[in-house]
């Protein structure tokens, strides 16, 4: 193992879009993200989506026009670290740190619930049924194997996984839509809001957030993408613009598939895997076992992602400093952070153990595996939202004071994503009475936080130091870094 940084440049930029596809995870979220939504909106399911799509735009805007100027393993931690402070960073980066960890927690769990699934209707008469806790561990040892290797590796296996379901569901809503023709009178009901209170959009839409959360993943491949002020914001553009497309689309044609009458909008809520649902109904058994199979390979994608992107901002942030000094190496063969992805898949695979053990959290699905998935989805998210709030808040400072001759008018951009930010916080806070709703436990790990930020000066004093060394450096520190190494 050597001393970071080193790290070399040799990711291209599909490689880059592919980690943020992987940690999205497109055929997860379209599987089971929508269910919960039909409550509060109905039919009104592609609207909230599209409102979703311009709210995760403004955030993205953030992330893009600073990548094109700064690129750091520690994503948010670097990026707000750099225009705002060290103090501003380090809780940015303890913020976004939480979100993934809790990602890779979740899509553990849901790895498990989909596996079930699969085997359930690959052998329908046998009741076969693994203890999700099981398929967990087994994940977390291939998520090791895998994000042990180069960062190539990894990205193809991402990008095959993810490409092959996205494939899958174009062809399922091809189908839908050539059995199911739609009237005017339903389009129009379909992109419509009537009937629906501003309450119930609002906090729809923050739901609907949790499909897209994920998608700045590639910003902390800064340090590892070739000429990432290019790529890096190319992939985070592409990923926004892919997913986008592809959500509003399938929300459209599902709740065409399943109907727009109370029955159809009831039998899409009970649905266990929409598209697996959906596939059954309009193309056959094998069809669907195709689209059971890729949702569970998409939530062992997706925990590949959280677990390369939560290693690599521990490993940022030991490297100035937080932490033990061994998370701050990485492999001399791979170049890839294992001492801290190993402490990562350790931690996530415990606290799956006791949410198995003692069958909490319970978010009243009778599943528990699906009740751990949203738990722990939920409380990334909410860090999520409050790390996007930090990015929005460096972007006006950058514009205002670093602003490189950027256009005024820009900064309505990240103002209107504040809004929609503290919204959307509200609405996930607002009327929590149990102490431990994942709402409230993601602002207790950001208290954290800030405590370390007020108990640590000298802490504060080192990230300070060790950004403005790492930002000042010459464009490609690291692959410099590593070139002399290699030389001597």
């Not at 839409?205 to 800064?222: D, I, N, P």
């Not at 009778?366 to 939202?385: E, H, K, Q, T």
């Not at 929590?432 to 000066?457: M, R, T």
């Not at 410099?480 to 190494?485: C, E, G, N």
Request: with cysteine; glycine share 8%; aromatic share 10%.
């Amino acid at each position: 193992m050597n001393n970071a940084p080193n790290k070399k440049r040799n990711l291209k930029l599909w490689e880059a879009l592919a980690l943020s596809l992987g940690m999205v995870g497109p055929t997860l979220a379209m599987s089971g993200n929508a269910q919960g939504l039909i409550d509060s909106v109905g039919k009104a399911l592609p609207i909230v989506f599209v409102l979703g799509l311009v709210g995760i735009a403004l955030i993205a805007y953030g992330f893009i026009r600073l990548t094109r100027f700064y690129n750091h393993a520690g994503s948010a931690y670097g990026l707000v670290g750099k225009t705002i402070g060290p103090r501003a960073g380090f809780f940015s980066g303890f913020a976004i740190m939480g979100t993934y960890l809790f990602f890779s927690i979740a899509t553990l769990a849901a790895l498990g619930a989909f596996t079930n699934a699969f085997l359930q209707a690959l052998f329908p008469a046998s009741h076969i049924e693994i203890p999700w806790i099981v398929t967990a561990a087994v994940g977390v040892i291939f998520s090791w194997i895998l994000n042990s290797r180069d960062g190539q590796t990894v990205a193809r296996v991402l990008m095959v996984i993810e490409g092959v379901g996205i494939v899958l569901m174009l062809v399922l809503a091809a189908v839908i839509i050539i059995h199911q023709p739609v009237t005017t009178e339903q389009h129009a009901s379909l992109f419509s809001l009537n009937g629906v209170s501003f309450q119930a959009v609002m906090a729809a839409v923050v739901a609907a957030f949790l499909s897209w959360a994920g998608f700045e993943a590639c910003a902390t491949l800064g340090e590892e993408t070739e000429n990432p002020q290019r790529n890096i914001p190319l992939a985070l553009l592409g990923s926004i613009v892919l997913t986008g497309i592809l959500f509003v689309g399938m929300m459209y044609v599902q709740t065409l598939g399943f109907g727009t009458s109370e029955a159809g909008l009831n039998a899409f809520k009970n649905s266990a895997n929409s598209l697996g649902t959906l596939s059954q109904t309009y193309v056959g058994t094998v069809f669907s076992l195709c689209m059971l199979f890729t949702a569970m390979m998409s939530a062992f994608a997706a925990n590949l992602s959280a677990a390369a992107t939560s290693s690599r901002l521990l490993f940022a942030l030991a490297r100035d400093g937080f932490g033990h000094s061994c998370f701050a190496e990485v492999s001399s063969k791979t170049h890839q952070p294992r001492n801290a992805l190993t402490l990562v898949l350790v931690v996530s695979l415990l606290v799956d153990v006791a949410a198995w053990l003692t069958g909490k959290p319970s978010m009243g699905t009778g599943n528990s595996a699906i009740d751990a998935y949203f738990y722990f989805a939920v409380i990334g998210s909410v860090c999520l939202m409050i790390t996007y709030l930090m990015i929005e808040l460096g972007v006006i400072n950058f514009i205002t004071r670093m602003g490189q001759n950027i256009p005024k008018w820009e900064l309505l951009l990240p103002v209107l994503g504040i809004v929609i930010m503290v919204v959307s916080l509200y609405y996930n806070v607002v009327g929590q009475e149990d102490l431990f709703s994942p709402a409230l436990v993601a602002f207790y790990w950001c208290i954290a936080g800030l405590i370390i930020i007020i108990s640590a000066p000298r802490l504060v004093r080192n990230i300070g130091l060790s950004l403005s060394e790492e930002f000042s450096a010459p464009a490609e520190p690291i692959a410099t870094a590593i070139a002399q190494k290699e030389s001597v």
